[in-house]
C-alpha cells in the first residue's frame, strides 16, 4: 500500500499497489497530482522505489512536487508511520486472510478515521 496523509486536514489518500516498485511509486504519485490543487510538499523515506533513478526523472519533469527525504532508517520521524502502525495493528486483529479482505478492512479503517483522528494518531494534533 502506498499512502499520503494532508497535514492541512489530516486526509489520508491511499492505493494498494502488486508492489512497492518505481512505476508504481509514479503511478500513486499521479493519482496525487488528480486529487489535490496546488503545491505539494513530499515527504517520505529514502526507499529505493522513492529515490530511484526513474523517479527522480518523472519528479523533476512535475513542478507541483517538492520532496524532502528523512534520514535513513528512521521511521519515528515519519508521521504517516505511525497512522500504518495503528491501521495495520487493526487490521492484523482480522480473523478473515484473503488479500481482499486485509484491503477492504484497510481502507474501511481509513475511511472511517476523521482527520483530527487521523492527525492525533501521527502524532500531529494535540486539540
Same mark, same amino acid.
Given at each position: 500500500?502506498?499512502?499520503? @496523509?494532508? @497535514?492541512?486536514?489530516?486526509? *489520508? !489518500?491511499?492505493? +494498494?499497489? /502488486?508492489? =512497492?516498485?518505481?512505476?508504481?511509486?509514479?503511478? !500513486?504519485? /499521479?493519482?496525487?497530482?488528480?486529487?489535490?490543487?496546488?503545491?505539494?510538499?513530499?515527504?517520505?523515506?529514502?526507499?529505493?522505489? !522513492?529515490? #530511484?533513478?526513474?523517479?527522480?526523472?518523472?519528479?523533476? #519533469? !512535475?513542478?507541483?512536487? =517538492? *520532496?524532502?527525504?528523512?534520514?535513513?532508517?528512521?521511521? =519515528?520521524?515519519?508521521?504517516? /508511520?505511525? @497512522?500504518?502502525? =495503528? @491501521?495495520?495493528?487493526?487490521? +492484523? $486483529?482480522?480473523? /478473515?486472510? #484473503?488479500?481482499?479482505?486485509?484491503?477492504? #478492512? +484497510?481502507?474501511?479503517?481509513? +475511511?472511517?478515521?476523521?482527520?483530527?483522528? $487521523?492527525?492525533r494518531t501521527a502524532g500531529l494534533y494535540s486539540?
Open positions: 500500500m502506498y499512502g499520503n @496523509l494532508d @497535514l492541512t486536514s489530516g486526509t *489520508t !489518500h491511499v492505493r +494498494a499497489y /502488486e508492489k =512497492e516498485r518505481s512505476d508504481c511509486t509514479i503511478q !500513486h504519485l /499521479e493519482s496525487v497530482l488528480k486529487k489535490t490543487t496546488g503545491r505539494v510538499l513530499l515527504i517520505w523515506d529514502q526507499a529505493k522505489w !522513492h529515490t #530511484s533513478k526513474k523517479v527522480r526523472q518523472w519528479l523533476d #519533469s !512535475h513542478d507541483r512536487i =517538492e *520532496t524532502h527525504l528523512l534520514p535513513a532508517w528512521s521511521p =519515528e520521524t515519519n508521521p504517516m /508511520e505511525d @497512522l500504518w502502525r =495503528e @491501521l495495520f495493528g487493526r487490521v +492484523a $486483529a482480522c480473523l /478473515e486472510r #484473503s488479500l481482499d479482505t486485509l484491503l477492504k #478492512s +484497510a481502507k474501511q479503517y481509513l +475511511a472511517n478515521l476523521s482527520g483530527k483522528q $487521523a492527525l486539540n
